[in-house]
């Protein structure tokens, strides 16, 4: 028998390491609820988790197979179930963030040889792709200049049928815990993200390239928190759309392009966990001021773009990408609050929050040195809702003190004109400074 260790690929759909371990001989699935990550993590990210783990175990009752959920360090998990059962082999998806690396390496050296690892969290894997001299890529459009020609059409059939195992009787299959979200979740599972995908190709996809923009996230797929739990395969939605094709398929695909390019740069510097891709950034005079954060959290600056982003995050566990970006950047130019506290606190109430993602996106919006992002550019918040929020629909839902308008609804914590000017003096000294 072999196991399949499910991490951030809880699908069966083009999924390699089932494939190869389906291919010799029959398979028993595993996902263990590692305490490192769900004891560090909120309810809302949890009840998630926990939604797609059940809807997995669904999909592989449906075929006769089964999937074991058990709770521990996954160094004492893995090796356990393997020794119980008299496992031959274990397969998984390969991971790279650093705590993944880690874990991997532990649960190897415990089991005393080899899991085999094969990719599918990405499109391309992080490490794959690098300049000719051999470096790794800082700049998304030479990487994804390569990218693109790098893009294969394989696709991978998810099993009809799982062969019978012959587990010792009574063996416990584990059970996973049901938490109670403080926001409403998506449907969980493979279907529901299938499903979605497809509605999307055939109503948004064509447009994409033109209301991508909107702060409401009106024009978008909201699939990322699918991708990120590995519910839906990213080389499979790519296919799907190229096969509908247009210009909205083309910028679509390239977003998918920006979430390798997250892996990647993670990949490789695992440092900006912590500290800024180039560290010159650091000299910025930080502001860790207490209740300046609380506002900017709950969504009570007195800005409406900035605060409508924070109460729709809070309150539904998703934010657009124009959003993201204005909130964050407002965080780290004009505030200038720590930036890993508030990277931390921002991906704790995503759904989709992801390391790789997620600090490639505070890195971006906050010119700390990913991609040509220069630092000299701040958002006008004002002009950033006119533009992006015409008629100011989305500010009256989340602000309805602003009645929709731009401009803030009381004094707001900071004099938008100061910040900027004190923002770009700090930021050109940091700038001049020859990088190390
Ligand atoms: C400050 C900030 C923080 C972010 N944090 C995260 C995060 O924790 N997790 C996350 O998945 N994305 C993150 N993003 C990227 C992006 O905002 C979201 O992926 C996107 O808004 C999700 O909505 P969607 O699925 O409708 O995207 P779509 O517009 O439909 O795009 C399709 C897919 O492409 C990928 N994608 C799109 N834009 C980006 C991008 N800029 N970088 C990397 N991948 C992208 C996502 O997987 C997304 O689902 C962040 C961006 C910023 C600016």
Redesign the pocket.
């Known amino acids: 028998m072999n196991l399949v260790w499910h991490r951030a690929d809880l699908r069966l759909h083009d999924h390699p390491a089932l494939d190869a371990a389906l291919r010799a001989g029959p398979v028993l699935g595993l996902v263990v609820l590692d305490p490192n990550i769900l004891q560090n993590t909120t309810l809302r990210r949890r009840a998630w988790f926990y939604r797609n783990v059940t809807a997995l175990r669904q999909a592989y009752a449906r075929r006769g197979g089964v999937l074991l959920v058990r709770a521990g360090l996954p160094w004492e998990v893995v090796s356990r179930v393997v020794a119980e059962l008299g496992v031959q082999q274990v397969y998984a998806v390969r991971n790279s963030t650093p705590y993944a690396r880690f874990r991997d390496a532990k649960v190897e050296q415990a089991l005393g040889r080899a899991v085999r690892w094969l990719p599918g969290q990405y499109i391309l894997e992080p490490g794959t792709l690098r300049k000719p001299d051999g470096s790794p890529y800082t700049v998304f459009t030479p990487f994804s200049k390569r990218w693109w020609a790098a893009l294969e059409p394989t696709l991978l059939e998810a099993p009809q049928r799982f062969l019978p195992l012959n587990l010792p009787p009574g063996y416990e299959l584990g059970s996973i815990p049901q938490e109670q979200s403080d926001v409403p979740l998506p449907p969980a599972g493979e279907e529901a993200a299938l499903g979605r995908l497809e509605a999307?190709v055939q109503a948004k996809l064509p447009a994409?390239h033109q209301t991508?923009d909107g702060l409401a996230?009106e024009g978008?797929?909201?699939?990322?928190?699918?991708?990120?739990l590995g519910v839906l395969s990213?080389r499979l939605?790519a296919q799907r759309a190229l096969r509908r094709g247009g210009e909205g398929a083309q910028k679509?695909v390239n977003?998918?392009c920006?979430?390798d390019?997250?892996g990647d740069l993670l990949y490789h510097r695992p440092g900006m966990l912590t500290q800024a891709f180039d560290p010159r950034w650091e000299a910025l005079p930080w502001n860790d001021d207490a209740e300046l954060f609380e506002a900017w959290l709950s969504g009570q600056t007195g800005i409406p773009v900035v605060d409508a982003g924070m109460r729709e995050l809070r309150a539904t566990g998703?934010?657009?990408?124009r959003a993201?970006?204005v909130?964050?950047q407002f965080a780290v130019k004009l505030a200038l609050l720590p930036w890993p506290k508030c990277?931390r606190a921002?991906?704790d109430l995503?759904l989709?929050?992801?390391?790789?993602?997620?600090l490639?996106?505070?890195h971006?919006?906050g010119g700390l040195g990913v991609d040509a992002a220069p630092y000299f550019r701040v958002f006008n918040l004002v002009a950033q809702a006119e533009a992006h929020d015409p008629g100011g629909a989305w500010l009256r839902r989340w602000v309805p003190e602003s009645g929709g308008r731009p401009q803030p609804y009381r004094r707001p914590w900071l004099d938008l004109e100061q910040a900027r000017r004190r923002y770009l003096a700090a930021a050109e000294k940091v700038a001049k400074q020859k990088r190390s």
């Open positions: 999307f994409y991508r996230g978008v797929s909201r699939l990322s928190y699918y991708f990120t990213p939605a679509w977003e998918l920006w979430r390019f997250s998703f934010l657009s990408n993201r970006m909130v964050a990277e921002f991906r995503l989709d929050g992801d390391n790789a993602s997620n490639q996106g505070w971006w919006a």
